[in-house]
């Protein structure tokens, strides 16, 4: 086992096929091959199979994965421990991985806007499926995940997190709301039930393969909704409640500043669930000092909007 060896196992895991992570490191498709066989061997496990849509990661190849990216990660603070004369020059890292919400990107601006005039910084916010969150922080391409559990996702998604050595921290738990636009026929209600939206388009982020329980918006336990949209960005969700009378549930926590002016949030009556806010994050090891700020940022934003 090598270094190389891991770190081309790092990058097969960011693609769909075995010629796409080669293009990216610079080899050829055989040698990556070559390497994948060669640790397969050693370790007297299957990293990958593969399918009609390229390729997936086993159970023990995930797991692979996490001890692969503790290496790699040690590897390199390793390095710049030892490189003394380059430490001042660092710059400030923050990688974040998030479901689709506004107020991950008003406390990624917030978190940018404390760097100080003239200091290096690499901030990275992706915004994406919510298996695309923790396969992230797996691999440690992201400090942190945020994302939301409810009673309907939450033994799924917890032995999810045991099984990858990840923890979840909660932030805020929140009543669902519906989002529609100012000037959609249900603006003007203090509140709604489901019966009321039915007959309303139901806008919501494309999964593709993944099971219903990594669903980013809440799923009430019968669907309201007979005409479905799905989107796979956050700015497209939200033109289509600007302009039509489709409807998006959520927290309820509305961002102008990022999604504009012309939303609304109205909560929802008796819905029978919770959103419960939090980050994850490698069990038992320390956060950056700007993934910590991060985190403040964040719950100050969900804190205001609880109490406002």
């Not at 499926?129 to 033994?155: A, K, P």
């Not at 990594?214 to 302009?243: K, W």
Request: hydrophobic letters at 40%; one cysteine or more.
């Amino acid at each position: 086992m090598t270094l190389q060896q891991l770190s081309y196992i790092l990058e097969l895991s960011k693609h769909n096929s075995i010629s796409a992570a080669a293009q990216a490191v610079n080899i050829s498709q055989p040698s990556l091959s070559t390497a994948i066989r060669d640790l397969e061997k050693e370790f007297s496990l299957t990293l990958v199979e593969r399918n009609r849509h390229g390729i997936m990661f086993t159970p023990a190849g995930l797991e692979f994965l996490h001890y692969a990216g503790h290496i790699l990660s040690h590897a390199a603070a390793m390095h710049d421990h030892f490189q003394a004369e380059k430490r001042q020059d660092l710059p400030q890292i923050l990688s974040i991985s998030s479901q689709h919400y506004p107020f991950a990107d008003e406390a990624f601006i917030h978190a940018l806007q404390h760097v100080q005039p003239g200091k290096s910084c690499v901030f990275t916010l992706r915004e994406g499926r919510t298996s695309q969150v923790i396969h992230d922080v797996v691999t440690r391409e992201s400090h942190l995940g945020i994302l939301f559990l409810s009673h309907m996702n939450e033994r799924f998604l917890q032995d999810l997190f045991h099984k990858n050595k990840l923890e979840f921290t909660s932030l805020c738990a929140f009543t669902p709301c519906l989002y529609v636009r100012s000037g959609h026929p249900l603006a003007a209600c203090q509140h709604v039930v489901p019966s009321q939206f039915a007959e309303y388009p139901c806008v919501r982020f494309e999964q593709g393969h993944d099971k219903s329980q990594f669903s980013e918006e809440l799923l009430l336990p019968n669907p309201a909704s007979r005409q479905c949209i799905y989107v796979t960005d956050r700015s497209t969700l939200f033109s289509v409640i600007r302009s039509t009378d489709a409807y998006t549930i959520g927290t309820g926590h509305v961002a102008p500043s990022i999604i504009g002016r012309h939303i609304q949030a109205i909560p929802i009556e008796n819905p029978l669930d919770t959103m419960t806010v939090g980050w994850i994050k490698i069990a038992g090891e320390p956060l950056p000092e700007e993934a910590r700020h991060y985190i403040t940022i964040l719950a100050g934003l969900l804190e205001g909007r609880e109490h406002g």
